[in-house]
């Protein structure tokens, strides 16, 4: 049985709540739409309901506290089929016995979904680190971005906090939505399925009159310090995986 959700970790909720009113235990939580090779399994909608998705978040707390939760949370973000499904069934587990052990690296689940969330971390640091912004005639700094997880969530309040008197959007091209901040909020954006970007560069802007003048500036500096004697692909593409190049404005042309 496929449980279809609308993909936010409140909806992710809700089909652990549908899983015990109904008693499908073995239910897989998937966002959208069937897989092509399972045209032919039972499925079933699931509509998300604060009710709902409340009670399993309280219930969850009384056992594994908000830190527990955050685990689970991080888990999520993988933004994957697999560790979804591993996260369903690690809290069916949780209310089925009413306890868990979120240290215990001995259950296969709980391994992976520490290995997991490891993962997620490691993306989110990059992400600040990586995250380049071009400045439009309107005095707003946009960056596109395409991590590997669900990230965005986890470190808007880093850039809120660095770039308070700035407006800024950030947007994952992949999972098709954003954050922009106006210098008060933060508020979550996004474009209509028909709207989607296939090219990073049809996602234009107005640039200001100066940002190519600075991103010249950047290239030259970048390239001034580096010592070609010394250069170490390999290391540098550990540190700086070639996924993140284009969206990096001093690997422009690299």
């Known amino acids: 049985m496929h449980y279809i959700f609308d993909g936010s970790f409140s909806g992710f909720l809700c089909c652990v709540f549908e899983a015990f009113e109904r008693k499908e235990f073995n239910a897989i939580p998937i966002k959208d739409k069937i897989p092509e090779t399972d045209l032919f399994s039972k499925h079933r909608m699931i509509i998300t309901d604060d009710t709902k998705w409340n009670r399993i978040f309280v219930g969850m707390e009384k056992i594994i506290g908000k830190k527990g939760i955050q685990t689970f949370y991080h888990n999520f973000l993988a933004d994957t089929p ?11 587990k949780l209310f089925k016995t009413g306890s868990i ?15 997991t969330i490891k993962k997620v971390s490691r993306e989110r640091h990059r992400m600040k ?7 439009s005639s309107e005095n707003l700094y946009t960056a596109l971005i ?13 850039f809120k906090n660095r770039f308070a008197d700035q407006h800024w959007l950030i ?3 992949r999972r098709n939505y ?8 933060v508020q979550e954006v996004s474009r209509s399925n028909d709207e989607r970007i296939s090219d990073p560069y049809s996602f234009e802007v107005e640039l200001d009159p100066r940002e190519l003048e ?5 290239i030259t500096y970048f390239k001034s310090t580096n010592i070609e004697s010394r250069k170490n692909i390999k290391l540098h593409l ?11 404005v001093e690997k422009k042309g690299t």
Do not use: C
């Open 171 to 173: 947007y994952d091209l």
């Open 146 to 158: 395409e991590p590997d997880f669900n990230v965005l969530p986890l470190v808007t309040n880093f």
């Open 101 to 115: 052990d979120m240290g215990n690296y001995g259950n296969t689940e709980m391994l992976m979904m520490h290995q």
């Open 178 to 185: 954003g954050y922009h901040y106006d210098g008060h909020a």
């Open 214 to 218: 600075f991103q010249h500036l950047w």
């Open 238 to 248: 550990k540190h700086v995986p070639r996924r993140y190049w284009n969206y990096l």
């Open 82 to 92: 697999q560790a979804w499904q591993n996260g369903f069934r690690l809290i069916v």
């Open 129 to 135: 680190a990586f995250v380049r912004f071009v400045k």
